[in-house]
């Protein structure tokens, strides 16, 4: 039974061999390499597009939420709903 199984995976390897086997033979050739050769390979994050994140902490705003306060602030010029003062100025005074 054993002896089967292991018929079986030789097989399996010889239509389908292992990684470590479909390289073998490529890193036995790295052995000829030389230090130059070695160092002038690029590493393989140099080659990645990564996004540098916004550190400061500021953001564009998107143009939607723009249109959308230019809408407001005029549709309350033309209704007559603007008021002179802020939304923290009090018409009682005091604050």
């Keep these: ?3 089967k199984m292991r018929e079986e995976i030789t097989k399996l390897r010889e239509k389908r061999p292992t990684i470590q086997q479909q390289f073998q033979d490529l890193k ?3 052995s000829s390499v030389s230090r130059e050769e070695w160092e ?5 994050q140099e080659h990645l ?9 500021e953001s564009a705003v998107p143009d939607a939420l723009l249109r959308g306060a230019m809408m407001q602030q005029q549709h309350s010029r033309s209704s007559g709903t603007a008021s002179p003062m802020s939304g923290m100025a009090s018409p009682m005074g005091g604050a």
Excluded: V
């Design 1 to 3: 039974r054993e002896q």
């Design 49 to 57: 597009k990564i996004k540098k994140k916004n550190k400061s902490g």
């Design 40 to 44: 002038a390979i690029p590493e393989a």
């Design 28 to 30: 036995h050739q790295l």
